[in-house]
Each structure stands twice: as C-alpha cells, then as structure tokens.
C-alpha cells in the first residue's frame, strides 16, 4: 500500500467512497437485469405452455 | 441511418458484446488510472501534497456528472421530437446512473476540500451549487417520473424537466470563471490547451475514458433490463386480454 | 387570435391570487413571520443579521413562491378549466404566462417591495441601496415564479405534489440565487451580476411559457 502523507485518511475515504458506491450501483444494475432476464423467461415459457 | 439505433433489436444485439466491451476496457482503463494516481505519480507539494490525488477520481466523476446530464438531456430531446422509445429508455436508465456519479463528486469533492481549503463546504461557490442542484435535478428527475401514472406521461414529463434543466450544465463550466471563488479554475480545458503536467495529465484522461465507458456499460445493462420489463409488462396486458 | 381568453385567465388569476379581499396581506404575513423567526433562530447579533438578511429575504421569496404556485394549475386540471383553454385557442405558453405574471404580482412584487423594510429589520443600513435591492428582489421573484410555475405544471396531476414541484423547481431556482446574493454582497462579483441576474431571469420568462404549456397539455391527457 502507498504511504500517503498527512492527509492519508481523506485519500482513503474518497477513494473507498468512490469504490463503494461504484460497486454497489454495479451490483444493483447486475441484479435487476439478471431479475428481469428471469422474469422475462418464466412469463415465455409460461406462454408456449398454456398456448 | 439514425433509425438503426432507433431499432431495440438492433440495439440488444450491439449491446450483448458492447456493453462487457466496456465494462472490461473500462475497469482496465479505471485500474490503470488508480495505480498511476495512487503510486506512480509524484505528489505536488504546490498543490498540497498527496491530497490533491483525490483529483483522479473526482474530476472523473465531475465529468461523468455532466456529460450524463447533457446525454439525459440530448436524449430526452430525440425522445420528445422523433418519439424513437429507446431513447426514453436510455435518458430513464441515465438518470440514476448520473446521480451517483454526481455524489461521488459532491462527497469527494468536499473531502478534498477539507484539508485544502479548511472547509467541507462553500455555499457561495457557484460551480459546488451548480454540481448540487444538478443532483437535485436526477433525483428530481426520477422522482417526477415514478410519480406520473403511466409510462408515456412519465416519459413526457422527464422530457420537458431534463430538457429545461439543460441550462444549468453550462452554468457549472463557466461559473468558476465568471464568480469568484476558492475552487479551482480550469486547467484541464481552456482557450490554450491543457495547462497540468502530462504525468498528471494522462491518468486523468485515461480515469476519465474509463468511467465514461463503465458508465456507458451501465446504462446499456439498465437500457437492457427496462426493455424486459416493458416487454413483461406487455405480455401480461396480453396474457391478461386473451385469458 | 383575440386576447380574451389571456386576459380572463390574467383577471381570475389575479383574482384568486388576490385571496378574495386579504390581498398582498397573506403573503406579506409570511414574508413576516419568517423574517421574525430568522433572529429567533439564529440569534439577535447585529452583524449576524446584517450578514444573513439578504440571503433570508431571497430565501422567503422562493418560499414564497412554492407556497403560492402549489395549486396554481391543479385547480384548473380538476375542473376542465384546462380542457376549455385548450380549445379557446390562445396559446397556450401565453395563458401559462399570464397567470403566473397575475400570481407574481400579487405575491412576488409586494415581498419585493416590502423588502427595505425587512432590510432595516436584519439591521442593514438605511441608504438607497435598500431601494436598488428591492428591485433585484423584484427581477429575481419573477424568475423564481416562472421557474416554479414550471414545476406546478408538471406536477399538475400529482396528489399533494408540493414536495415534488419544489425538487423540481429549486434547481432551476440557483443561478438567480446565486447571482442575486452576489448582486447584493458588495464584494468583488457584485458589478456584473445584475446583469446576470436580469439575463436569467429573461431566460425564465422565455422558456418557462413554453415548458409550461408542454406540461399542461400532458397534465389535460
């Protein structure tokens, strides 16, 4: 890990910050398609079932 | 020619090999560009040492914040002319992407600016304003449209918010010249060219392709899924119809 | 085209603004009762006030403004009003026009010049400085009730949609903020910023109309 100088902590924290938050919306965008993808299958099958 | 991107089929089709394209190049480029900002590059003593490495990933993410509000914006536009529904599709899925971004460089941004110029915050700075209230406008944005009754009003009202609110994109790149102010001015984009250093310089740019690409990545997953959802929603109308 | 259905929709507006007889009284009470709990809140000090007494008056004009534009438009969607302009037509983005000009004058212009009376009160120093102010707190309210007008329109349709039209509206509501407080500081920005001021708020009796009437026309589907 680097050796940042006084201000070490306020590095770290907008860096994590960013991290975070671009990781979580990441996370969330994955789920929700994957969730709709899903969705989408079932209803599809469901369809040529019952037709 | 502009109808092809107009085409939702087209479009999954280009999506399904662009959108990890971007994801991958993005992350690399990203990756890249923390491991210059972080170890590589030499710290600048003028601009108060290590701290100003913060820079790497908030000026990225200032220009994620508005270039994506001007992409809302461009496409609320087409949608509001040509009505092509993708485009509805793409400013819809922009809009929660672009507030994240534009938190991102609220709260790096005023971490920053902490240690720098002793203060979280200056509430007579025009460009900090500006970058808040275009937060506001994202979240005003997706809250505007959940809050209509069906899909097309809800698209229509987006529409006419994002584009009226367009004004305020220029305001936050010429405020910090015309107001005075303790944030810094441009140095990236002026009338003479780039005024930092390469060292600091390709980092910067090479951060700010690779969030631009992730982001794009981004928007054409959630372009992806809402198209699904539209398409479930139609075939439950149907299904609903036809039973 | 005639101008009669603009000046109908002026003079009801004018009208209802008027609140049936009180007049500039209501929104003259609130301007008063925020500015008393201002030193309420934030202390007595007399250089305190001095400093925070423009930025609260430009404060209470937005409020003001919210307050005021809240069932500007929800009224007319409820009861055809809407449908009935629709097909007088006038344009639309005019009949818009009209009535927030009605509403401004009969809520915005009042504040803004009482404002030298509130200045005195935030202990600012009695000059006709207090008299330029009053007219940029005039130009500036004219913006905010434009803007916010914007933010009615859209949220026509909305169930207690207070809380939306001000999300909407407070961004469109900063550079005249911005500029109208630096107007006012005295400091190094303050000579071009009324004209700044002036542009954006021109800039809001341009574009709002038309923002506004695209809404309306969403808010009658």
Same mark, same amino acid.
């Given at each position: 890990?680097?050796?940042?100088?006084?201000?070490?902590?306020?590095?770290?924290?907008?860096?994590?910050?960013?991290?975070?938050?671009?990781?979580?919306?990441?996370?969330?965008?994955?789920?929700?398609?994957?969730?709709?993808?899903?969705?989408?299958?079932? @209803?599809?099958?469901?369809?040529?079932?019952?037709? | 020619?502009?109808?092809?991107?107009?085409?939702?089929?087209?479009? @999954?089709?280009? =999506?399904?090999?662009?959108?990890?394209?971007?994801?991958?190049?993005?992350?690399? !480029?990203?990756?890249?560009?923390?491991?210059?900002?972080?170890?590589?590059?030499?710290?600048?003593?003028?601009?108060?040492?290590?701290?100003?490495?913060?820079?790497?990933?908030?000026?990225?993410?200032?220009?994620?914040?508005?270039?994506?509000?001007?992409?809302?914006?461009?496409?609320?536009?087409?949608?509001?002319?040509?009505?092509?529904?993708?485009?509805?599709?793409?400013?819809?899925?922009?809009?929660?992407?672009?507030?994240?971004?534009?938190?991102?460089?609220?709260?790096?941004?005023?971490?920053?600016?902490?240690?720098?110029?002793?203060?979280?915050?200056?509430?007579?700075?025009?460009?900090?304003?500006?970058?808040?209230?275009?937060?506001?406008?994202?979240?005003?944005?997706?809250?505007?449209?959940?809050?209509?009754?069906?899909?097309?009003?809800?698209?229509?009202?987006?529409?006419?918010?994002?584009?009226?609110?367009?004004?305020?994109?220029?305001?936050?790149?010429?405020?910090?010249?015309?107001?005075?102010?303790?944030?810094?001015?441009?140095?990236?984009?002026?009338?003479?060219?780039?005024?930092?250093?390469?060292?600091?310089?390709?980092?910067?740019?090479?951060?700010?392709?690779?969030?631009?690409?992730?982001?794009?990545?981004?928007?054409?997953?959630?372009?992806?899924?809402?198209?699904?959802?539209?398409?479930?929603?139609?075939?439950?109308?149907?299904?609903?119809?036809?039973? | 085209?005639?101008?009669?259905?603009?000046?109908?929709?002026?003079?009801?507006?004018?009208?209802?603004?008027?609140?049936?007889?009180?007049?500039?009284?209501?929104?003259?009470?609130?301007?008063?009762?925020?500015?008393?709990?201002?030193?309420?809140?934030?202390?007595?000090?007399?250089?305190?006030?001095?400093?925070?007494?423009?930025?609260?008056?430009?404060?209470?004009?937005? @409020?003001?403004?919210?307050?005021?534009?809240?069932?500007?438009?929800?009224?007319?969607?409820?009861?055809?009003?809407?449908?009935?302009?629709?097909?007088?037509?006038?344009?639309?983005?005019?009949?818009?026009?009209?009535?927030?000009?009605?509403?401004?004058?009969?809520?915005?212009?009042?504040?803004?010049?009482?404002?030298?009376?509130?200045?005195?009160?935030?202990?600012?120093?009695?000059?006709?400085?207090?008299?330029?102010?009053?007219?940029?707190?005039?130009?500036?309210?004219?913006?905010?009730?434009?803007?916010?007008?914007?933010?009615?329109?859209?949220?026509?349709?909305?169930?207690?949609?207070?809380?939306?039209?001000?999300?909407?509206?407070?961004?469109?509501?900063?550079?005249?903020?911005?500029?109208?407080?630096?107007?006012? =500081?005295?400091?190094?920005?303050?000579?071009?910023?009324?004209?700044?001021?002036?542009?954006?708020? @021109?800039?809001? !009796?341009?574009?709002?109309?038309?923002?506004?009437?695209?809404?309306?026309?969403?808010?009658?589907?």
């Amino acid at each position: 890990m680097p050796e940042f100088d006084k201000n070490a902590a306020y590095i770290w924290a907008c860096y994590g910050i960013g991290a975070l938050l671009i990781l979580a919306l990441t996370l969330q965008v994955a789920l929700a398609a994957r969730s709709a993808r899903k969705r989408l299958a079932s @209803l599809a099958t469901n369809d040529s079932d019952g037709a | 020619m502009w109808s092809y991107f107009a085409n939702p089929h087209k479009f @999954l089709r280009l =999506s399904d090999w662009l959108a990890p394209t971007f994801y991958a190049v993005g992350a690399l !480029c990203i990756a890249w560009g923390l491991w210059q900002g972080l170890w590589v590059v030499p710290k600048d003593e003028y601009q108060g040492g290590d701290i100003m490495r913060v820079m790497f990933i908030h000026v990225p993410a200032a220009w994620l914040a508005m270039a994506s509000y001007s992409a809302l914006a461009v496409a609320s536009f087409i949608w509001f002319v040509w009505r092509h529904e993708l485009a509805d599709i793409a400013a819809k899925s922009i809009a929660p992407l672009g507030a994240v971004w534009t938190a991102i460089c609220l709260a790096t941004g005023a971490i920053w600016g902490k240690p720098t110029w002793g203060t979280w915050w200056q509430w007579n700075d025009a460009r900090m304003m500006s970058v808040l209230f275009l937060l506001f406008l994202f979240l005003g944005y997706v809250a505007l449209r959940a809050s209509m009754d069906t899909r097309q009003k809800a698209a229509r009202a987006g529409a006419i918010l994002a584009m009226v609110g367009a004004i305020n994109v220029p305001l936050i790149k010429f405020s910090v010249d015309m107001v005075e102010s303790i944030h810094q001015g441009a140095s990236v984009i002026t009338a003479d060219g780039p005024k930092m250093a390469a060292v600091y310089l390709t980092p910067l740019l090479i951060s700010g392709l690779g969030h631009s690409l992730f982001f794009g990545g981004l928007v054409m997953t959630s372009m992806r899924t809402e198209i699904r959802e539209r398409r479930i929603a139609r075939l439950r109308a149907a299904s609903l119809e036809g039973a | 085209m005639s101008g009669a259905p603009l000046l109908a929709a002026f003079r009801q507006s004018l009208g209802e603004a008027w609140a049936g007889g009180a007049g500039a009284l209501l929104p003259l009470g609130f301007l008063g009762g925020t500015a008393v709990l201002v030193p309420l809140g934030i202390g007595t000090d007399a250089a305190t006030l001095k400093a925070v007494g423009p930025g609260i008056i430009w404060v209470a004009l937005a @409020l003001a403004s919210l307050v005021t534009l809240e069932r500007i438009f929800q009224a007319d969607t409820e009861d055809g009003t809407l449908d009935l302009w629709l097909q007088a037509g006038a344009p639309v983005s005019a009949l818009a026009a009209a009535k927030t000009l009605a509403h401004w004058l009969s809520a915005g212009l009042p504040l803004a010049l009482f404002s030298p009376v509130l200045a005195l009160m935030f202990q600012a120093q009695a000059s006709p400085a207090l008299l330029v102010n009053a007219g940029l707190y005039a130009l500036g309210s004219l913006a905010f009730f434009f803007w916010g007008g914007v933010g009615a329109a859209l949220s026509a349709t909305v169930r207690r949609g207070g809380l939306l039209i001000s999300m909407i509206a407070l961004p469109l509501y900063v550079p005249t903020a911005v500029f109208g407080a630096l107007a006012m =500081s005295g400091g190094p920005g303050s000579t071009g910023a009324p004209l700044f001021l002036a542009a954006s708020t @021109l800039c809001a !009796c341009a574009v709002a109309p038309y923002a506004m009437s695209a809404a309306l026309r969403l808010a009658a589907d």
